[in-house]
């Protein structure tokens, strides 16, 4: 499948030497097929290249990397590594339960109509504090997380269905799956990345077999 890089940077030049034709030879645009060639090097090519670009551009906003690439971030990259299968970003983002590579994307995005519309002006936003704003000296959701994000993926699957902690009490498997009472409460799923502790954790290394093999390094 051909690179949409090497595609747009293809469309890119030509709409270039296109528009160099019509600078230094304007008598070609007398005729109408000139015409045509004037209206497509100077708005049709510039609008498709425009176009896929920014398509391109938002995709790689999805991106793990992308989404960490940020001073205030790298904490929150490096708690997907922590070697505790019990950490809930590090358990998800290490058994492939999300797509490690749009990690942050999959569980922060809201699963609603205009869920990936809304992530996308937010990540915007990010980007303006990032290099015209005040970065927040706390980083915090927008809004509490909500269940119905969990169970986009987990409802209906047998390790949640069937969980100790899920069904403690009668009911209490309800109760969750309504969202009147929370995944992220005391005593379940409450640490989040828990990246003021990364000091004390040890890490995993991608294709390393050994519990804790890099020490208490950060990766």
């Known amino acids: 499948m051909p690179d949409p890089t090497m595609i747009l940077v293809a469309i890119i030049l030509v709409a270039a030497a296109l528009v160099l034709a019509l600078v230094f030879?304007?008598?070609?645009?007398?005729?109408?097929?000139?015409?045509?060639?004037a209206f497509v090097s100077i708005f049709i090519f510039p609008l498709f290249a425009g176009s896929m670009g920014f398509k391109e551009h938002m995709e790689r906003s999805k991106r793990t990397e992308f989404c960490t690439s940020c001073h205030v971030m790298k904490d929150?990259?490096?708690?997907?590594?922590?070697?505790?299968?019990?950490?809930?970003?590090a358990g998800h983002f290490q058994n492939n339960r999300v797509p490690r590579e749009q990690a942050c994307y999959t569980c922060h995005t809201t699963y609603a109509m205009f869920g990936p519309a809304k992530s996308k002006l937010r990540g915007l936003r990010h980007v303006y504090m990032q290099y015209f704003g005040k970065i927040p000296d706390k980083i915090e959701l927008y809004e509490p997380y909500k269940n119905r994000e969990c169970l986009h993926c987990h409802g209906g699957a047998r390790t949640f269905e069937e969980g100790a902690t899920h069904n403690m009490e009668d009911g209490r498997l309800e109760l969750i799956k309504s969202g009147e009472l929370s995944c992220l409460t005391t005593g379940c799923h409450d640490a989040g990345h828990g990246?003021?502790?990364?000091?004390?954790?040890?890490f995993w290394t991608p294709g390393?077999?050994?519990?804790?093999?890099?020490?208490?390094?950060?990766p």
């Open 25 to 37: 030879k304007p008598s070609i645009t007398i005729t109408k097929g000139g015409k045509i060639l």
């Open 76 to 89: 929150y990259g490096k708690s997907l590594l922590i070697d505790d299968p019990a950490h809930l970003p």
């Open 195 to 202: 990246v003021k502790d990364l000091a004390s954790k040890t």
């Open 208 to 218: 390393s077999a050994t519990k804790g093999s890099t020490g208490s390094e950060s």
